[in-house]
């Protein structure tokens, strides 16, 4: 009863951006999209997250559809340092916990 | 993880002992969280806490146990009922309703 369906993994190069995709086809109306992300052996980081609007900050751009079936993460520009398990999360606000799936593992490449 | 800490970073017991694993944060958040993380998976929810002195179970509570009796302070104990305790734990914070951001982790393993 997953709420989004990631690719299980990507390569990026360095440099390059990375366009990270999500499927969430059932979401409804109050729930935000969440991206984070979890380096090996740390705790997951936070990224950014979103309603209907695209979205971004310092780390990232988050570009959501109009139906808001599917949103796209964007590393504007990978490092060897992005490279992590990056989760794409559906919750409302008044959700008490964070639903992570599997994520997709992304692979900055020199 | 800026603002939640926890201890240890890596812990191991016997088996039959019961653990307590710390978290504490200083970001004056209400909402505190523990989540069980298992070798390429993803994070389930053991307990939660919304206010001091309140705390809900999650989806795994069996055999864990926890107490909330300062905003800042949510500790997790891992009893001796709990079947396979190894595994990485993670603590979170927020305000109602907000983000939840995260602590670095306690990798525990059970010898």
């Known amino acids: 009863d997953a709420k989004t369906t990631q690719p299980t993994s990507m390569d990026c190069a360095e440099g390059r951006a990375a366009n990270l995709p999500c499927n969430h086809s059932?979401?409804?109306?109050?729930?935000?999209v969440y991206w984070y992300r979890q380096i090996h052996s740390q705790g997951p980081q936070y990224i950014i997250h979103?309603?209907?609007n695209n979205e971004t900050n310092e780390m990232a751009s988050l570009i959501i559809t109009e139906d808001r079936k599917s949103s796209t993460l964007i590393l504007p520009h990978a490092t060897l340092r992005d490279t992590a398990v990056y989760y794409c999360i559906v919750e409302d606000d008044n959700d008490y916990k964070l639903s992570f799936g599997a994520g997709t593992t992304v692979t900055v490449r020199a | 993880d800026g603002g939640i800490t926890q201890s240890p970073k890596y812990l191991f017991r016997k088996e039959g002992q019961n653990v307590t694993l710390s978290c504490e944060q200083n970001?004056?958040?209400?909402?505190m969280y523990w989540y069980r993380q298992d070798p390429g998976q993803g994070l389930r929810l053991i307990y939660y806490s919304q206010i001091v002195n309140d705390f809900q179970k999650g989806d795994i509570a069996e055999g864990y146990s926890v107490s909330r009796e300062k905003k800042e302070s949510f500790p997790l104990t891992v009893t001796s009922a709990q079947k396979n305790p190894t595994a990485f734990y993670l603590c979170?914070?927020?305000?109602?309703?907000?983000?939840?951001?995260f602590g670095p982790g306690t990798r525990l393993t059970v010898l």
């Open positions: 970001l004056n958040h209400d909402a």
């Open positions: 979170a914070s927020s305000n109602p309703a907000d983000t939840q951001y």
């Open positions: 059932t979401i409804s109306g109050n729930e935000y």
């Open positions: 979103g309603l209907k």
